[in-house]
């Protein structure tokens, strides 16, 4: 008989912070819910979008984070109850990482 563990998928979240608000802030309370593992911020970010006026550039601080997928819907609700429901947030798998990592991201975040 072969016994499987089933691990946690782990994922990158990327937040697209509008410039007003304070990424360092975002991301210290962040770690202190234990909500993540590590993030990286990219200040002054332009973002550009077709509407339906043409093309529209905007600035964001865009937080790159790793944390357990688990977490995206408790990360979210505490992005949008700090920030509200309009701040862009979209996750993307990470399939696959060496042992340090996997262990580094299990180990700081909320079981």
Known sequence: MV??????MMVNVLI????????????EKLFEEKLIAKAT???????????ED???IRHYNV???QTR???FTKLEQFVEKSFGSNIPIYSLPITQ???WFDNYVRNQTKK
């Open 69 to 71: 997928s688990l977490l």
């Open 54 to 56: 043409g093309l529209v």
């Open 16 to 27: 697209y912070l509008n410039t007003d608000f304070d990424p360092y802030q975002l991301v």
């Open 97 to 99: 990482s060496n042992s």
């Open 41 to 51: 911020i990219d200040l002054d970010n332009k973002s550009y979008q077709m509407e």
């Open 63 to 65: 937080l790159t984070l």
């Open 3 to 8: 016994n499987f563990v089933k691990k946690t």
